[in-house]
């Protein structure tokens, strides 16, 4: 749902209530300005954003410790077979 600043300053519970269920966007000047969501949704994105943060090194860590198997299958077959299409490649 879209509201223009001035809509959401006049109808602040109605916006309170819809951001309930769903983000409310609210337009300043006629362009996005910013977003009102409710506190269940904020607290997911919160914790999503918890587990996703580190570097791009610890996201790698966390993947071959749960895949190892499967990591060290597809480096033994590339060493064996090489890399499919490879003569194709501009490097």
């Known amino acids: 749902m879209n509201f ?5 300053k006049n ?3 109605q916006v309170l209530e819809e951001a309930r269920t769903r983000p409310v966007f609210i337009e300043k000047a ?3 300005h ?7 949704r904020y ?9 996703g943060a580190g ?9 071959y410790a749960q895949f190892e198997d499967w990591v060290d299958e597809q480096n033994r077959l590339v060493d064996k077979f090489g890399v499919l299409g490879e003569e194709f490649r501009p490097w």
């Open 55 to 63: 570097s791009g090194a610890e996201a790698g860590e966390r993947f």
């Open 34 to 40: 910013s977003v009102v969501i409710g506190i269940d």
């Open 4 to 8: 223009t600043a001035t809509e959401a």
């Open 43 to 51: 607290d997911a994105l919160v914790l999503a954003s918890q587990r």
């Open 11 to 13: 109808r602040l519970g």
């Open 30 to 32: 006629g362009r996005p």
